[in-house]
């Protein structure tokens, strides 16, 4: 009889092996578990002071966002980056924006770099989204980290992308110390993403 096989994550199911641009994993530097789920009476991520923390897009990265969009629904995958989707929390309509999700020892992450984005209000509605490359689809479920959560998560993401995104952190980059990362972890929503079998 055949061995049974893990469950793939998100991105694994995204991936086509071979396949340029494929999403790849960032260090690891925690086990998954410690990543906790919202449990009754867990602490849930600060939104005081830092809500209305959010660093809106400029037209030159609205345009660049939305030829990665189209980019990733076609299948090239721009190091790493998925097209995501989540209804909309008033319009239940799908909104779509390109995003760069980060595998961590065997669980998968969406990181806002820019902070409370709409996707990330839309996501808290939802519970959870799509992500697209190519032809391939795969529905989430999403919990939000705590804050108390996130530095690993934040220092492995900036490894990947810091070149990308460091902008949006005031200074904090992956050689920060944790302290800093959870100074600045307020500021950043990040889910983890779970595929829905």
Do not use: C
């Not at 641009?21 to 410690?34: D, E, I, K, R």
């Not at 900036?158 to 070149?163: C, D, N, Q, T």
Request: glycine share 12%; net charge positive.
């Amino acid at each position: 009889m055949s061995p049974v096989q893990p469950a793939q994550t998100p991105l694994q199911a995204l991936r086509t092996p071979g396949a340029p641009g494929t999403p790849h994993s960032a260090l690891l530097h925690q086990p998954p578990q410690a990543h906790g789920s919202h449990e009754p009476g867990a602490p849930r991520a600060s939104r005081s002071g830092a809500a209305a923390h959010y660093v809106r897009p400029g037209l030159l990265d609205r345009a660049f966002g939305k030829l990665v969009g189209r980019l990733a629904r076609r299948g090239v995958s721009l190091m790493g980056t998925a097209e995501l989707s989540v209804l909309g929390r008033s319009s239940g309509e799908w909104r779509s924006i390109p995003v760069n999700p980060l595998g961590l020892e065997g669980a998968d992450y969406l990181v806002s770099a820019r902070g409370h984005s709409q996707w990330v209000r839309n996501m808290r509605a939802a519970g959870g989204g799509r992500l697209t490359l190519g032809r391939k689809v795969r529905h989430f479920s999403a919990v939000e980290l705590t804050d108390a959560e996130k530095p690993a998560v934040l220092r492995a993401y900036l490894e990947r992308w810091g070149w990308e995104v460091g902008r949006f952190f005031d200074g904090v980059t992956a050689s920060s110390t944790d302290e800093e990362l959870l100074a600045a972890a307020p500021r950043h929503p990040v889910f983890r993403i779970t595929a829905e079998q």
